[in-house]
């Protein structure tokens, strides 16, 4: 066995903690004195030769948490410690894959790959060596002098594998490496990788994975993080003892993979408690982040969902598989009509309700009456401007009269998808309309 092998292979040695986090909690202020809560008492342990998955919805932390870990933000309070070793800055022995690649289109493939031994003061020579050591290794042999405006996706991203492992970290961070390139050459680069790490090939200990794709993280990780959102926490932790190459098709594969989905769907008991307050108080929660889901979407889902192959309840990896889309594409589609009361998840299915199968059954016009009942019962903005509408003698109202209400609770970007989600979901249900050249809601032709 060669040293590397050994290095990857921690069997008959006891594996050291390279990262070490406790109690971490991360928050951002706000405009109106108030705080957002991205983080809160996050604990984990990543050890050598072990690859880590951070599974969570978009939003839910996983970059920040990478910051942090790293060194490249304080936390706000709790505990960020590598290799036994309080973190206060950005700490030496970590690289990071981007998934928008992040190169300087200026520079030459090597050049690209150089960069990151520069700053540790690395000799030129030596440099270039170690360059053109990563840049073979991961199979860009013969591009060193291209730019990256003459690479494919796939190719950009090899860079960006290599430009990290060219410093020889101890841990490598990926942040969704793969969710900018398309589903074939994504599979090749995480086959590549992930036989390169099997063959002990690789110059590093660690890789700690961001994803919110539950496939990958069952194809690659020894070990899955499932992060939660609204504030971020690791809900629950899975070991993946299936041996590699692992095959997606695998009986034990789909059952984890279904596993995750059940976990991923079931509620917090905040979110209970959050859902009786909602359903005994018609009228809260104004404060509800709105995924911009286009009702298209929707009754897109429904209609799937009522037809014979499903009878109205799907399991949600299946589904997936079927439609062709990531958790992270499918969930919040499902969730919106959970929140609109047209369908239900749990323990990783999507089903219809009552009033989700009489929608997919009636004609358009009956679809929007109910449409326009539910959005104004169980969406309190879209109740709320609606109330505004009817209460001005002009029968308008300005955007900004709520995006100002809604920045108070959310960030100015959530604000704004939040209201576009309204407008979208108003428009359709004709509760009310929305002029984009004068930035006004009215009750005119609402359709
Ligand atoms: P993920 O990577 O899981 O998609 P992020 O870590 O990027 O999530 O973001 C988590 C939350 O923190 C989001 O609501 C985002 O708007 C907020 N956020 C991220 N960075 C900042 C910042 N610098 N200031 C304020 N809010 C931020
Ligand atoms: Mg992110």
Redesign the pocket.
Same mark, same amino acid.
């Given at each position: 066995m060669s040293l590397l092998e050994l290095q990857n292979n921690h069997s008959s040695l006891a594996p050291a903690p390279l990262v070490d986090l406790a109690g971490v909690r991360m928050v951002?202020p706000k405009g109106d004195n108030t705080e &957002?809560v +991205?983080l809160d008492n996050v604990s984990l342990t990543i050890r050598e030769g072990e690859i880590v998955g951070l599974l !969570?919805? $978009? !939003? $839910? !932390?996983? $970059?920040? &948490?990478l910051r942090v870990l790293s060194g490249l933000v304080p936390a706000t309070s709790g505990s960020v410690r590598w290799r036994d070793a309080p973190v206060s800055g950005p700490c030496e022995g970590m690289s990071m894959v981007f998934q928008s690649f992040a190169l300087f289109p200026w520079l030459t493939v090597l050049e690209n790959v150089e960069i990151g031994l520069e700053a540790l003061g690395v000799p030129a020579a030596e440099r270039r060596r170690r360059a053109i050591e990563a840049i073979d290794l991961i199979g860009l042999d013969g591009f060193e002098s291209a730019y990256p405006k003459e690479l494919s996706g796939g190719m950009r991203q090899r860079v960006g594998f290599a430009r990290a492992l060219v410093v020889h970290p101890r841990l490598m961070l990926m942040d969704e490496p793969f969710s900018a390139l398309d589903v074939l050459t994504a599979e090749t680069l995480r086959t590549d990788l992930i036989d390169l790490w099997i063959e002990g090939r690789l110059p590093i200990k660690s890789i700690l994975m +961001?994803t919110h794709n539950i496939e990958e993280a069952v194809l690659m990780c020894d070990r899955i993080l499932i992060f939660s959102s609204n504030p !971020?926490r690791v809900a629950a932790e899975i070991k993946i003892e299936l041996p590699h190459p692992r095959d997606r098709d695998d009986l034990a594969f789909r059952q984890l993979v279904d596993d995750i989905y059940a976990r991923m769907t079931q509620r917090t008991p905040a979110e209970k408690a959050e859902k009786r307050a909602v359903d005994g108080l018609p009228g809260t929660g104004i404060n509800m982040v709105l995924p911009h889901i286009s009702t298209n979407l929707m009754s897109g889902l429904m209609e799937e969902l009522a037809t014979p192959a499903y009878g109205g309840k799907a399991d949600l990896p299946e589904l997936a598989a079927t439609l062709q889309m990531e958790v992270d594409e499918l969930f919040p589609i499902a969730e919106t009509l959970q929140l609109l009361r047209f369908a239900e998840m749990a323990e990783g299915d999507v089903q219809l309700t009552d009033a989700g199968r009489q929608f997919v059954d009636s004609d358009i016009d009956t679809r929007k009456q109910q449409f326009a009942e539910h959005l104004a019962t169980y969406v309190p903005l879209a109740a709320m401007i609606r109330r505004v509408l009817d209460e001005r003698p002009s029968h308008r109202a300005p955007f900004t009269r709520f995006s100002e209400e809604l920045e108070d609770h959310m $960030?100015v970007?959530?604000a704004e998808a939040t209201l576009r989600a309204a407008i979208s979901w108003g428009r359709y249900a004709e509760l009310f309309g929305y002029d984009e050249q004068a930035g006004e809601f009215n009750l005119e032709n609402p359709a």
């Open positions: 951002y &957002l +991205v !969570g919805r $978009s !939003g $839910s !932390g996983k $970059s920040t &948490l +961001v !971020g $960030s970007a959530d």
